[in-house]
């Protein structure tokens, strides 16, 4: 009997193994195409950023959608690990940038002044051509830089933090603000903080979603906004998903809220009609 359940969990074992391994081969293969002669299976979503100093939306972050015709929707999370393996994260994040300049050209032509964080992936930020690609393309367009911010997952950084240091300095020379993505969830060292050329850190969601109930949250949260304010770095935090959680944001003074609360991401066309809309809206009420 134990010899069939041993039995049993090795064929199981090597039929996920297989299913996970056609799954990957699939989605590189869609992806290959996706980004030459299917570009319409891409898409971007926009989540707002609520300045909680001013009271306004003043930024928003660029989120990849992959609709495929293959594999249907398939999300973020699953799809850019794999892209980063098989050598493709540069070429997705080379589409990402092209279409958020078109979009932020589209938003200031209906007056939305919004700027615009990128997700980055540790291989792109040592691709040599990437920065100087971004500034080619905001002088075409004539856009000043802080249209556009950077976001790094702690993650990538603490992968080689060294090497990080230097060719995030490379954005940072340029103009462009950089926050560290998912913090509190990547063991960086204080020593590497120190050195890190940002301006930003974005605390994990796992941290927020359950701020309001959770006193074990509400301890890491409060530790990360002392140890930024001593760093002099804003932070932004992600998964503000009730009121309760914004107000205690606010009141310890974290800079940013961005969450399902206050909006979900949206394609452009709904994000310019949610701007609008709540141009007057009182967050703090
Ligand atoms: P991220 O950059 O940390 O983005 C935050 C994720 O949390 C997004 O998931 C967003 O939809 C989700 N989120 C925002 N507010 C809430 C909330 O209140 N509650 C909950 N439960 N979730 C919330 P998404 O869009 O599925 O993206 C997942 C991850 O995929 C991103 O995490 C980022 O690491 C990666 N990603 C997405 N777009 C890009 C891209 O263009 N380039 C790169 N390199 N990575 C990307
Ligand atoms: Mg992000
Ligand atoms: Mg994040
Ligand atoms: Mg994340």
Redesign the pocket.
Known sequence: DEARVTQGLIVSYAEEFERNYVRRLAIISELKKALVTQQSELSL?Y?PKLNLNTNKVDHA????RWNSSQLGFV???EF?AIAEQAGL?NQ??QW?INAVIDDVVTLREHDVRLSIA????AK?IVDPHLLSNVTDKLKEFDLPHDCLSF?I?ESDIVSDPKKAVAELQRFRDAGFSLAI??FGTGYSSLTYLKSLPVTEL?ID?SFV?KLNTQRSDQQIVQTILHLAKSFNLDVVA????DKASLTLLREWGCKWG????IC??APLSQLISWYTDNLATDWTT
């Open positions: 979503c989540q972050e660029a989120l990849i999300p973020p999370d850019i994260i997705v994040t990402v990128i997700n980055l992936s792109d976001e997952t993505d998912d974005k969601k979603l992600e998964g503000v998903e961005q969450g399902y609360y979900k991401p």
